[in-house]
């Protein structure tokens, strides 16, 4: 596979001299998101497909998910989401911070509308809008892996997330969710 690395960084990412290996973010803790967001749901991922823009120059990455609780908006039965990046024919374009799914796995996802395809949405916060779901010990867990992002830091800079958090049994992390959702605090 012959790799294309495109910048995908926010403006702040402008105002810093250093070069960084991660995406710059506006932090948020997943309160803030999950109020922010219209959409956040559970599901299994049913399908991942790349392919290119209409002109050519940028590749997607489309992926779709069967959803199987509704937390926070009214989704429907099967949701299509976009992100940047992605391989197509041996091609690929790699975007630092971008989430990332495989047919069949379990996640929970905080999403909102893609500006530029109706119907379609795209993971707020980049990687930081995707907790993932795993089978640990006996119970499922949720987990959220941040490594490839880096938050603004007020007055200039950034400062880098870390690696994967533990967020605690699904079910107690869900239920957090909704009172997020519902405008309550921790």
């Known amino acids: 596979m012959r790799a294309i690395h495109l910048p995908f960084t926010l403006s702040l990412c402008l105002l810093t001299a250093a070069t960084a290996h991660a995406t710059v973010i506006v932090h948020e803790t997943l309160e803030e998101m999950t109020a922010r967001v219209p959409l956040v749901v559970r599901g299994r991922v049913a399908r991942v497909v790349s392919g290119w823009d209409p002109g050519h120059h940028r590749i997607w990455t489309w992926t779709e998910l069967t ?7 009214e989704p429907g039965g099967v949701l299509l989401f976009k992100q940047p990046g992605g391989e197509v024919d041996g091609i ?10 495989r047919e069949g796995e379990e996640c929970i996802v905080l999403l909102d509308r893609a500006p530029d395809e109706p119907g379609v949405w795209r ?8 907790i993932a779901v795993f089978p640990r010990g006996g119970k499922l867990v949720a987990e959220r892996d ?22 605690g049994p699904v079910e107690a992390f869900v239920a957090q969710l909704r009172t997020w959702a519902r405008g309550g605090g921790q």
């Not at 959803?67 to 908006?73: F, H, Q």
């Not at 993971?123 to 995707?130: F, L, Q, T």
Request: hydrophobic fraction near 45%.
């Open 67 to 73: 959803v199987t609780e509704t937390i926070k908006g």
């Open 92 to 101: 690929g374009q790699a975007v630092a911070g971008v989430a990332t799914f």
């Open 123 to 130: 993971v707020y916060g980049m990687s930081a809008g995707k």
């Open 146 to 167: 941040t490594s490839s992002l880096s938050f603004a830091v007020p007055g200039g800079g950034a400062a880098p997330v870390g690696a994967v958090q533990v967020l």
